[in-house]
């Protein structure tokens, strides 16, 4: 019987492998911007003929001369590695050598390009397959200029496959931003048909651009770490034994309490300067704001590591978008203990953005009730104010024995003194979470076994007392001295995991609004509150403070005044 595998033609194996790689019009986008940030471009514009099938991509990156112009669509030419060694020391964003040849198999393709120091400029046309077909001469600034046109023209079935123009043209714009995100120094312009879609403005931080990609965050609601780490203890060392250098974290957050999503479609991690899809990582962004979110409700969060290139392996997916990662709980310890920084509040190592969409509204909400309008001439909020470090707060005043005022050097905060508390409580037991023997036992009336199940799913020693009776012998620490013991109890007894029974013990525990405190408690609730990993919100995800800078009063009560000459003088 004859054999019935054989060797694919050349063409069929040209033709998986560009299927693989190009499959929609932002993959295009993709691999053809990849190719102009690996040429140093600072300044990339796309533009977009969806209805023709039709992609240009220019930069003013290095460019190429006529010799790397010949070459560059011939299959798996690269100019970024060189042996199989190069595979493990990765440091640009292609390197398979596929993109350009897998887009004249599917495609026409045409590339002007000079040279940075070049007199001249070329102009080179593609046929099938990456052959030269023309060759001329042409007058271009330094850098390259892509064209793809009839893109799937000669697989009519593979455009019919494709999701609607609408659908591809959004899934470009969110490949662009992606793209944007990891390179904030970089210039964009997207064009749409001739006309002008949009612009992305280079940024010194990503912090610093997020916002012009979430139009409804603040700067002022995010924050930023960046962060030198070392590189774990077992990573490889270069050829000539020297370890190589420490990697970089670069972190923004959406401060938990300003800003939050409905999906989780906001938490994104980059390597190396792709985005790329890390499930490990992901979870652990997702696990450090646990308890600091209101319910269904998730973070905003953008992750960027700078790693030795052996910690990672991008022969994981064809698109370069997952990876494996060496030694990844050393990098999932590094990333909660930077979203820990993020989140904290300390006089030495945050700096504090004001509130300003709260307390613009609470300016505005008084002066309908004063006797006045007040139009401030300069309605952004102070760089100095955002950029002030706060020092030790001090306990100042009770307001309605529920808000603590406290002052510090750059303005003062209200702080609710229930949350603050149960935030301190709930941290306090899941650091320690102490059952103690009561004497004598709690008795329960009429417990349902699922009851009984959750009781004794969360530690506590419960056992048959009599007809529908039961003794509970253990507590958490927290209820010990509390009058509500059995109402606490039987309230554990409805459901949820430890963490669950945590917070609702730090609930039921935190001092009520409503109690008087004198000025050294009040004083030590805001000192162990800000020692909290997690200060800004409760454990059910509510605000817990409200900042009231210095600036912002001032531009209320109009102190830019000159003194005399407001008095007529």
């Not at 008084?366 to 020092?391: H, S």
Request: aromatic fraction near 6%.
């Amino acid at each position: 019987m004859a054999s019935t595998i054989q060797a694919l033609p050349t063409e069929v194996v040209y033709l998986i492998t560009a299927g693989e790689v190009i499959d929609s019009l932002a993959s295009v986008v993709r691999e053809l911007v990849e190719n102009s940030l690996d040429a140093g471009a600072m300044r990339i514009v796309v533009s977009l003929w969806p209805q023709q099938w039709r992609i240009r991509v220019a930069d003013n990156g290095c460019g190429m001369n006529l010799d790397d112009l010949q070459q560059a669509a011939t299959a798996h030419s690269t100019s970024k590695i060189r042996s199989s060694a190069d595979l493990w020391k990765i440091n640009s964003l292609g390197f398979r050598g596929e993109a350009l040849h897998s887009l004249t198999t599917l495609a026409d393709l045409e590339i002007l390009s000079r040279p940075v120091g070049g007199k001249l400029g070329w102009r080179i046309s593609y046929g099938d397959g990456g052959e030269v077909v023309q060759v001329e001469a042409t007058a271009i600034a330094p850098g390259t200029v892509v064209t793809v046109s009839n893109l799937f023209g000669n697989y009519s079935s593979r455009r019919q496959g494709l999701p609607t123009t609408a659908q591809q043209i959004k899934a470009v714009q969110a490949t662009i931003q992606q793209i944007a995100l990891c390179h904030p120094h970089v210039t964009w312009q997207i064009w749409q048909n001739d006309r002008q879609w949009f612009t992305i403005c280079p940024a010194v931080t990503t912090g610093q651009l997020l916002p012009q990609i979430l139009p409804q965050v603040r700067q002022g609601d995010l924050q930023e770490v960046k962060l030198e780490i070392p590189n774990p203890p077992n990573s490889c060392t270069d050829a000539i034994n020297r370890v190589s250098p420490n990697s970089a974290l670069n972190l923004v957050v959406g401060l938990p309490d300003r800003c939050h999503r409905h999906r989780p479609d906001w938490v994104r991690v980059a390597i190396n300067g792709r985005m790329v899809k890390t499930p490990e990582l992901e979870q652990t962004i997702l696990s450090a704001f646990h308890r600091t979110l209101p319910r269904d409700r998730y973070p905003i969060c953008f992750l960027h590591l700078a790693i030795s290139p052996d910690q990672i392996n991008w022969n994981r997916n064809p698109a370069k978008t997952e990876i494996y990662l060496n030694e990844i709980i050393y990098w999932q310890e590094q990333i909660t203990q930077a979203i820990n920084q993020a989140l904290s509040i300390s006089s030495t190592n945050f700096k504090e953005a004001v509130h300003t969409t709260r307390v613009s509204k609470l300016l505005k909400a008084a002066e309908a009730k004063g006797g006045y309008n007040f139009n401030p001439q300069n309605p952004k909020p102070c760089t100095d104010a955002i950029n002030r470090v706060p020092n030790s707060l001090k306990a100042v005043a009770q307001v309605s024995n529920t808000y603590i005022v406290a002052e510090h050097s750059g303005g003062m905060w209200l702080v609710e003194q229930h949350i603050a508390h149960e935030r301190v409580l709930y941290e306090q037991l899941c650091d320690n979470w102490q059952l103690v023997p009561m004497e004598p036992p709690i008795i329960l009336y009429q417990l349902s076994p699922a009851q009984l199940s959750q009781l004794e799913r969360i530690g506590l020693d419960i056992e048959p007392f009599g007809e529908q009776l039961w003794a509970v012998r253990n507590i958490p620490a927290p209820l010990q001295q509390r009058d509500d013991c059995a109402e606490a109890i039987l309230e554990l007894s409805w459901g949820g995991d430890l963490q669950t029974a945590q917070v609702a013990v730090a609930c039921r525990s935190a001092i009520r609004n409503g109690t008087s405190m004198n000025q050294q408690e009040m004083q030590t609730l805001l000192d162990n509150w800000q020692r909290t990993r997690n200060p800004r919100t409760c454990p059910h995800g509510r605000p817990i403070y409200l900042s009231l800078e210095e600036s912002a009063l001032a531009r209320f009560f109009r102190r830019n005044w000159v003194i005399g000459k407001s008095h007529g003088i």
